[in-house]
T-cell receptor, first 111, second 117 residues
Framework: GENVEQHPSTLSVQEGDSAVIKCTYS??????FPWYKQELGKGPQLIID?????GEKKDQRIAVTLNKTAKHFSLHITETQPEDSAVYFC??????????FGRGTSLIVHP | EAEVAQSPRYKITEKSQAVAFWCDPI?????LYWYRQILGQGPELLVQ????????DSQLPKDRFSAERLKGVDSTLKIQPAELGDSAMYLC???????????????FGPGTRLTVL
């Protein structure tokens, strides 16, 4: 089955800095790559997603890039704010439509 | 804004007892998922429904877990008997993806935090 690796497990930045989280996947049939933000005590919330026919997607301060050849995708957050502090999960799904999640990255933005 | 509803939000039980969780997906969403999330890890799929049918339950421990979505709307996940290792967050999600279609966004509920003593 699909295997998704996510790094780093913890990321600490100063307010205003950029944050980058990276994921790799194993199933070449995967074609949908969402990113979720999970705040304490809440369910994950989709923040951005990308499909395999696109290499990059942006939404304000958030961007995702996909390299299908290397089987990796990354989340970029610019101008980080304290409210960006949360756990971020990448996921992939494709041929089986069964989504596989990474282990999560705890992002801490210091004021 | 439509949301996925789950109840209860918290459940404390003793091992060997039975527990049940309920999920009401966003209206019109054909696909419903139950996940288990152990602290410090990502969600792991337990079962996926398309309408009232099970699409995948390969990761569901069927000796103690059961799930149903009888009318293709709300769903119940049951554990009997509960074990200490079942302590986790149980998340429900729904998606508008139809059978055979491409993967789409999943909308998650707030989860049920289960503690087994």
């Amino acid at each position: 089955g699909e295997n998704v690796e996510q790094h780093p497990s913890t990321l600490s930045v100063q307010e205003g800095d950029s944050a980058v989280i990276k994921c790799t996947y194993s199933d070449s049939a995967s074609n949908y790559f969402p990113w979720y933000k999970q705040e304490l005590g809440k369910g994950p919330q989709l923040i951005i997603d990308i499909r395999s026919n696109v290499g990059e997607k942006k939404d304000q301060r958030i961007a995702v890039t996909l390299n299908k050849t290397a089987k990796h995708f990354s989340l970029h957050i610019t101008e980080t704010q304290p409210e960006d502090s949360a756990v971020y999960f990448c996921a992939s799904s494709g041929g089986s439509y069964i989504p596989t999640f990474g282990r999560g990255t705890s992002l801490i933005v210091h004021p | 804004e439509a949301e996925v509803a789950q109840s209860p939000r918290y459940k404390i039980t003793e091992k060997s007892q039975a527990v049940a969780f309920w999920c009401d997906p966003i209206s019109g969403h054909a696909t419903l998922y139950w996940y288990r999330q152990i602290l410090g890890q990502g969600p792991e799929l337990l079962v996926q429904f398309q309408d009232e049918s099970v699409v995948d339950d390969s990761q569901l421990p069927k000796d103690r877990f059961s799930a149903e979505r009888l009318k293709g709307v709300d769903s119940t996940l049951k554990i009997q008997p509960a074990e200490l290792g079942d302590s986790a967050m149980y998340l429900c999600a729904s998606s508008p993806r139809g059978a055979g279609g491409q993967s789409n966004e999943q909308f998650f509920g707030p989860g049920t935090r289960l503690t087994v003593l």
